[in-house]
């Protein structure tokens, strides 16, 4: 079961969630205009956000990131996936991975949304010591609305997602039909996926 998330937080579950199937691209969503002032539009966009962790309680350390993310400025936070359990990609002389996602509508440019994931990884004691080594947390810019983005700091979509079952799986599970910038779609991709062993945790490791 996906959490949808209201925008005020606490209302209740459903309301004002983006429906499945409309894509990357979000309306545009005026700013609050101030008395005698015209109103200026600003383009939102839909981004997914993967998560990860292997070190230091990995769903609690994947439940506190997701409260994060929903406090990012001129963000809201739609709807969040189960979390799952796999082996690690890479080195296999470290714990399995805990992972999920979240479908995001945010302001904030491409290279800023980045930024902000990086501190929040740095918050939580990120340290780069090997590639594809054990981390407390791993925060991926997954799709950024229908962008295709690829520089010295940021590829968008991810490199990696085509190859990644935890991955694919939780984008799936906030949409169902859910395509890349390409037109290639989730579920073809999942259908192809090398298998990691995923497995669905419950809801009591942090997700729903």
Not at 10 to 21: S, T
Not at 44 to 66: D, F, H, K, W
Not at 135 to 156: A, I, M, W
Request: hydrophobic share 35%; with cysteine; aromatic share 4%.
């Amino acid at each position: 079961m996906v959490d949808r998330i209201p925008e005020s937080g606490r209302a209740r579950p459903g309301k004002n969630a983006v429906p499945a199937g409309l894509g990357h691209g979000a309306p545009q969503t005026p700013a609050q205009a101030q008395p005698g002032k015209t109103a200026t539009p600003v383009m939102t966009v839909l981004a997914y956000i993967g998560l990860g962790s292997n070190l230091e309680n990995p769903a609690a350390q994947l439940a506190r990131a997701v409260a994060e993310l929903a406090a990012l400025p001129g963000t809201t936070l739609l709807a969040q996936s189960p979390f799952y359990a796999s082996r690690p990609v890479g080195p296999q002389d470290q714990p399995d991975f805990v992972n999920g996602a979240v479908e995001l509508r945010t302001e904030l440019p491409p290279h800023r949304l980045l930024d902000h994931l990086q501190a929040i990884e740095q918050a939580h004691g990120r340290e780069r010591l090997r590639h594809w080594g054990p981390r407390t947390l791993d925060l991926d810019l997954l799709l950024y609305g229908d962008q295709q983005l690829s520089d010295e700091r940021l590829t968008v979509p991810h490199a990696e997602l085509p190859n990644r079952d935890f991955v694919l799986q939780p984008l799936l599970d906030l949409n169902p039909d859910l395509s890349l910038p390409d037109g290639r779609r989730v579920d073809q991709l999942r259908a192809q996926c090398p298998d990691n062993q995923l497995r669905k945790l419950p809801p009591t490791g942090g997700s729903n």
